[in-house]
């Protein structure tokens, strides 16, 4: 099982509606949280960092994660073309001072015009 | 304004040749990493660095060799290329370990024949 699960999709959605991404992991470890994106051809860039559980808003994402249930998840407010990449989540651990990023697969999002 | 830059983007090798990846970044950050990028299976990091003459084992190190001679460039060598590590390489930088922020070149894709 990997310790960070995301759907592949692709998930396709009409230009306007609200998209919500989705990733689980198994390591209650995990403290901190992430969400790339990455477009076609190109390197992954970071949208969203979170630390606690709950909400944080950042124009029109909003990254949520619920510990207890070990899952983060991405809104996107009235979704763009321009969205259309591919959404990678990430949780890192601290061992022993030594710092660990585990990447989801992730999730392919395509928005129709 | 170039962050990392990665040579060369594309290069197709046969079973056995060798070669170097060159990352070279222009943000002054001491922590370097070189990760693998496969379908389905997300980011894997395969050595990273975390200062000048430093460097580090990280998920998949089998088969690569790197360096790290000057606080700007990262090298990920292969010795003998294997049809198994045809992938989409990706070097990435960041501040600290702890950061979650990782600045990511636009990618090398190799294919071993």
């Known amino acids: 099982q990997k310790e960070v699960e995301q759907d592949p999709g692709p998930l396709s959605v009409p230009e306007g509606a609200i998209v919500s991404l989705n990733c689980t992991y198994s390591?209650?470890?995990?403290?901190?949280f992430m969400w790339y994106r990455q477009y076609s051809r190109k390197g992954p860039e970071l949208l969203m960092y979170?630390?606690s559980s709950g909400n944080k808003e950042d124009g029109r994402f909003t990254a949520q994660v619920d510990k207890s249930s070990k899952y983060i998840s991405l809104f996107i407010r009235d979704s763009q073309p321009s969205d259309s990449a591919t959404y990678l989540c990430?949780?890192?651990?601290?061992?022993?001072?030594?710092?660990?990023?585990?990447w989801g697969a992730g999730t392919k999002l395509i928005i129709k015009p | 304004n170039a962050g990392v830059t990665q040579t060369p983007k594309f290069r197709v090798l046969k079973t056995g040749q060798s070669m170097t990846l060159l990352c070279a970044q222009d943000?002054?950050?001491?922590?370097m990493y070189w990760y693998r990028q496969d379908p389905g299976m997300g980011l894997r990091l395969i050595h990273y660095?975390?200062?000048?003459?430093?460097?580090a084992k990280g998920e998949v190190p089998d088969g690569y060799n790197v360096s790290r001679l000057k606080k700007q460039n990262f090298l990920l060598g292969l010795e003998s290329a294997a049809p198994s590590q045809t992938s989409v390489y990706f070097c990435?930088?960041?501040?600290?370990?702890?950061?979650?922020?990782?600045?990511f070149g636009e990618g090398s894709r190799l294919t071993v024949l």
């Open positions: 979170t630390y």
């Open positions: 990435a930088s960041s501040s600290g370990l702890a950061s979650g922020e990782l600045f």
């Open positions: 660095s975390v200062g000048e003459g430093t460097t």
């Open positions: 943000m002054n950050h001491e922590y």
């Open positions: 390591n209650s470890a995990f403290q901190y």
């Open positions: 990430a949780s890192m651990r601290v061992m022993d001072s030594n710092y660990q990023l585990i």
